[in-house]
C-alpha cells in the first residue's frame, strides 16, 4: 500500500540522516566552528527528495540513479576528509602534545541504568574508523530496506552480498596509507582519500540491469540484478559489461595503481601490502577476462 512505502522509504532516509547528523557532530566538535554544520545540507534534502521521489517513481526508486544515496555521500564524504585531514595533521604537530582539536570529546561519560557514570577513552582515531565502518553498513542497510521493485528476493540477496564485498574492499584504502613509511605525507593520504571518495561513487548508481539466467553467479558490481529487457546504452554492451567497467574504473583499477606506487616509490613493503596488491591484480585481470568473454559473447549474438 501507498502507506507501506513511505513508511519504508522514510526509514531509509531517517538512517542516512542519523548517520550523517553523527558525522558532522564530530567535525563540528574536532574543528570547534558552528560553520561546519552546512556539510548537513546534503541530509538535509533527504525530505525534499523522498517528496519528488514518491511523486515522480513507481516504485519509489530511480532506475539508474539514486538521489537519495548521493545527498547523503554528500554529506558523509567530505565530513571524512575533514576528520581523516584533521588526524593527519595531529600526527606531525610542532611539539609532542596532542593539538585542542583532537583532545576535545576524548573522553565520552557513559552511563547506563544501574551503572555509576564512567569515562570511556575513546582515541580520535578509533572515532574516525568506526564513522567509515559505519558508513558502508549504513549504505547496505539503506538497499535492503530500499523498495525492491521488480527484484526478487534472491537477486536483492545477491545485490546486498555484493555491496558488503565493496564496502570492505574500500574500507582496505584506509589501511595503505596508515603504514608508517607514509603515515604522515599528506599527498598519499589526500590521493587515498580521493580514491575512497571516488570508489563509494559506485553506490549511488545502479547499473547492473542485467537478467538473472540459470546459473549465471552475481556479478560483482554497484547495482541490482533486476529482470528486464535491455536498455538502450546497451546496444553496444552488455549491462553486465558496463558494471564491470564501473567497478574496474571506479575502484580495482585505481586502487592497484594506488598500491603498486606505494610499493615502488615510497618503499611500503610488507606481508599485507603484497598479499592485496596480488590480489588487486588478480580481480582485475579476472575481471578484464569477464568482460573480453561477455562482449564476445554479446557480439555474437
Not at 26 to 52: C, D, F, H, N, S
Not at 177 to 196: C, M, T
Request: overall charge neutral; some cysteine; charged content about 15%.
Amino acid at each position: 500500500s501507498v502507506d507501506e512505502l513511505v513508511c519504508v522509504v522514510s526509514v531509509n532516509r531517517f538512517l542516512f540522516a542519523i548517520h550523517g547528523v553523527v558525522t558532522v557532530w564530530r567535525v563540528v566538535a574536532i574543528k570547534q566552528e558552528p560553520l561546519y554544520w552546512l556539510l548537513l545540507t546534503g541530509v538535509a534534502l533527504l525530505g525534499l527528495e523522498m517528496a519528488v521521489t514518491l511523486k515522480c517513481t513507481r516504485n519509489a526508486e530511480w532506475k539508474w540513479f539514486s538521489p537519495m544515496v548521493f545527498l547523503y555521500l554528500s554529506t558523509v564524504i567530505p565530513s571524512i576528509w575533514f576528520l581523516e585531514l584533521s588526524l593527519l595533521q595531529s600526527k606531525v604537530p610542532v611539539n609532542n602534545s596532542p593539538g585542542p582539536e583532537l583532545r576535545l570529546l576524548a573522553h565520552l561519560p557513559i552511563t547506563a541504568v544501574g551503572i555509576p557514570p564512567q569515562s570511556l577513552e575513546l582515541h580520535p582515531e578509533n572515532w574516525v574508523a568506526g564513522l567509515e565502518q559505519t558508513m558502508l553498513i549504513v549504505l547496505v542497510l539503506g538497499r535492503w530496506l530500499m523498495p525492491k521493485g521488480d527484484m526478487s528476493r534472491d537477486q536483492l540477496s545477491q545485490l546486498l552480498m555484493v555491496y558488503v564485498g565493496l564496502g570492505a574492499d574500500i574500507l582496505d584504502i584506509f589501511d595503505t596509507f596508515k603504514e608508517p613509511e607514509v603515515q604522515n605525507n599528506r599527498a598519499v593520504v589526500i590521493i587515498g582519500l580521493a580514491l575512497f571518495s571516488w570508489a563509494l561513487m559506485q553506490f549511488p548508481l545502479v547499473l547492473t540491469q542485467t537478467q538473472s539466467t540459470l546459473g549465471q553467479p552475481p556479478q560483482r558490481g554497484p547495482g541490482g540484478l533486476c529482470p528486464g529487457g535491455p536498455s538502450a546504452f546497451t546496444s553496444c554492451c552488455s549491462s553486465e559489461v558496463w558494471s564491470l567497467l564501473l567497478t574496474v574504473g571506479l575502484q580495482d583499477g585505481p586502487f592497484l595503481i594506488y598500491r603498486l606506487y606505494l610499493m615502488a616509490q615510497e618503499q611500503v613493503l610488507n606481508q599485507l601490502m603484497i598479499f592485496f596488491t596480488c590480489k588487486n591484480i588478480l580481480i582485475v585481470l579476472l575481471e578484464l577476462y569477464r568482460i573480453f568473454v561477455v562482449q564476445c559473447k554479446h557480439t555474437s549474438t
